[in-house]
């Protein structure tokens, strides 16, 4: 049985062969003929190999689109963050990891820091993507942009009553404030952002006044925090601005009904502006398709990709020439904190040993 399967694969490899050598002199005369050209084509195109720790849909709809468009295969590792990057550490030269795509910046520094990416050279890239959004090195390049935002219980909370992310700590917010865990990203990253503005001590009192104002000890996902909201247990979440939009665009009705009675609130906007985080994506140091994997980048910078995140995974584009969709549009426009994004990774360790010291489950 073994013996007679191998007999058959190789007959059927040689003619493969003698059918691709035909086609190269009658270019697509059949249909036959036509598909082994197209075949042909996906293997000069090649592959190109990902490594992310991104959970959206709308990227295996777009990772389908990108091998339409160019042929490139493109084989997918999903994993945490953190468990990747040892994975690429690990692996060393003989990664197969032509990129690395991730939700922080704060890592994204890190997986640099760490050597695990370099540099990139592309026009395509330094004209769709503005400097602040990507590696001074062009180690890696921010995709999408996503703000943490305060949401609130429209039944009881006033958006006049709301200001920044420091006037949570106020007695006023006493048991009310909803957030996830010191060992979210997310988290980890809106504190980083603190002290790089305003310094270790002031960065800390803030993690203080959060932790005496929770309504609970942190439990589940931004998601569950919109939830708890609604559910009466506190009156104001942070959360990030694509959960908001997954809730109100979700198939259960119970979660459409929950987004309908939260208001989106973007703090700080008279002072230092609101907490943006972004999702990127950098080629790795060891790259055996470093060609592939720029077009790769080039590609997820679009219009039509950037469009894509917007529309259907509810992110901000990083490309200026694309508009926000109609749902991020109708929260108006706002002013985000002013930082580079590597900043977040600077001082991340500093942040959580902080959020540690502070009692932040
Ligand atoms: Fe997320």
């Not at 790089?196 to 006044?209: M, R």
Request: hydrophobic share 35%.
């Amino acid at each position: 049985m073994h013996s007679k399967k191998s007999i058959l694969s190789i007959f059927m490899a040689m003619a493969l062969m003698f059918l691709a050598a035909c086609g190269g002199g009658n270019n697509a005369s059949t249909g036959t003929e036509s598909k082994t050209n197209t075949e042909e084509e996906t293997k000069e195109a090649g592959v190109v190999n990902l490594y992310t720790s991104r959970h959206y849909e709308t990227d295996d709809a777009l990772f389908a689109k990108f091998t339409e468009e160019t042929g490139i295969e493109v084989n997918v590792v999903k994993g945490e963050e953190d468990e990747l990057m040892e994975r690429l550490t690990r692996e060393g030269e003989a990664t197969e990891a032509d990129l690395f795509y991730t939700a922080d910046a704060g890592r994204l520094h890190w997986a640099k820091e760490k050597q695990l990416l370099q540099s990139v050279e592309s026009e395509t890239l330094s004209k769709n993507i503005p400097e602040n959004y990507r590696d001074v090195d062009n180690e890696w390049f921010g995709i999408t942009k996503r703000a943490r935002v305060i949401v609130y219980a429209k039944d009881r909370v006033k958006p006049e009553d709301l200001s920044t992310y420091e006037a949570l700590t106020e007695p006023q917010w006493k048991d009310k404030v909803l957030i996830r865990s010191s060992d979210n990203i997310y988290n980890q990253s809106l504190l980083a952002s603190f002290i790089s503005l305003h310094g270790e001590d002031e960065a800390k009192n803030w993690a203080q006044g959060i932790v005496n104002n929770m309504a609970r000890d942190p439990e589940g996902g931004d998601r569950d925090q919109a939830k708890a909201v609604v559910a009466g247990e506190g009156d104001v979440a942070v959360m990030n601005t694509y959960y908001y939009g997954q809730l109100l665009n979700s198939e259960d009705p119970e979660e459409v009904k929950v987004a309908e009675q939260l208001g989106v609130f973007f703090p700080n906007q008279e002072t230092d502006g609101t907490h943006v985080n972004v999702s990127g994506v950098g080629v790795t140091k060891h790259a055996k398709n470093k060609e592939n994997a720029i077009k790769f980048i080039e590609f997820l910078s679009s219009e039509e990709a950037q469009g894509e995140f917007s529309e259907a995974n509810y992110e901000f584009p990083v490309n200026p020439a694309v508009e926000p969709s109609e749902l991020l549009a109708s929260w108006g426009e706002f002013k985000a904190q002013d930082i580079n994004m590597s900043e977040l990774g600077k001082y991340n360790a500093d942040a959580l040993k902080m959020m540690n010291e502070v009692g932040w489950k």
